[in-house]
Antibody, heavy 121, light 110 residues
Framework: QGQLVQSGAEVREPGASVKVSCKAS????????INWVRQAPGQGLEWMGW????????DYAQKFQGRVTVTSDRSTSTTYMDLGSLRFDDTAMYYC??????????????WGQGTLVTVSS | QSVLTQPPSVSAVPGQKVTISCSGS????????VSWYQQLPGVAPKLLIY???KRPSGIPDRFSGSKSGTLATLGITGLQTGDEAHYYC???????????FGGGTKLTVL
């Protein structure tokens, strides 16, 4: 089946960066991609980008290009999402989600529990 | 503004049927599979429907999905109060080269 467990809530000041982790278990880590999706308070879901665990390839939504970096550590089955130059409107719940393929309409079939990132001065 | 368009809210009484639409374009729904997610208050989204109309194991057959052209539809029959949630459609957009979601629909079971 599989499970994704994310790191705890974070508070950062504007301009800082935050790194959120997502630890996978219960499935072959290298057979899937991990995507990141965020949800601002009271708003909908927004896709941020993905990493192909097998080869380390990444791609990001244009909105986040240059500000987000997704990496993975195969030895610990953990994926990291690093978001820099934080702004107040980056305050959101950040989710990691498993997807079989890097592109295409296959589903996000397993989700992490979410990590709340609050940007506040 | 979301790439995929959903009605902000729908409502129905217990036992009735409701449908939620998700409208897109040829570069997303018209070309790729659609999935649907249920998000109960305060928890992560959960996969309900994938590949337009398939249900993961454990999802009751009260939930169904369909797609025609650039329009996808989620159907829920035999509504229960526990179905009150936000519902999101999603797919891939080949022009944007990224995942896209609908803005979400809040289902109220009166």
């Amino acid at each position: 089946q599989g499970q994704l467990v994310q790191s705890g809530a974070e508070v950062r000041e504007p301009g800082a960066s935050v790194k959120v982790s997502c630890k996978a278990s219960g499935y072959t880590f290298t057979s899937f991609t991990i995507n990141w999706v965020r949800q601002a308070p009271g708003q909908g879901l927004e896709w941020m980008g993905w990493i192909d665990i097998y080869n380390g390839n990444t791609d990001y939504a244009q909105k986040f290009q240059g500000r987000v970096t997704v990496t993975s550590d195969r030895s610990t089955s953990t994926t990291y999402m690093d978001l820099g130059s934080l702004r107040f409107d980056d305050t959101a719940m950040y989710y990691c989600a498993r997807k079989r393929f890097s592109i295409g309409g296959d589903p996000f079939d397993i989700w992490g529990q979410g990590t709340l990132v609050t940007v506040s001065s | 503004q979301s790439v995929l368009t959903q009605p902000p809210s729908v409502s129905a009484v217990p036992g009735q049927k409701v449908t939620i639409s998700c409208s897109g374009s040829n570069s997303n729904i018209g070309y790729n599979f659609v999935s649907w997610y249920q998000q109960l208050p305060g928890v992560a989204p959960k996969l309900l429907i994938y590949d337009n109309s398939k249900r993961p194991s454990g999802i009751p057959d009260r939930f169904s999905g369909s797609k025609s052209g650039t329009l996808a539809t989620l159907g829920i029959t035999g509504l229960q109060t526990g179905d009150e949630a936000h519902y999101y459609c999603a797919t891939w957009d080949t022009s944007l080269n990224g995942g896209v979601f609908g803005g979400g629909t809040k289902l109220t079971v009166l």
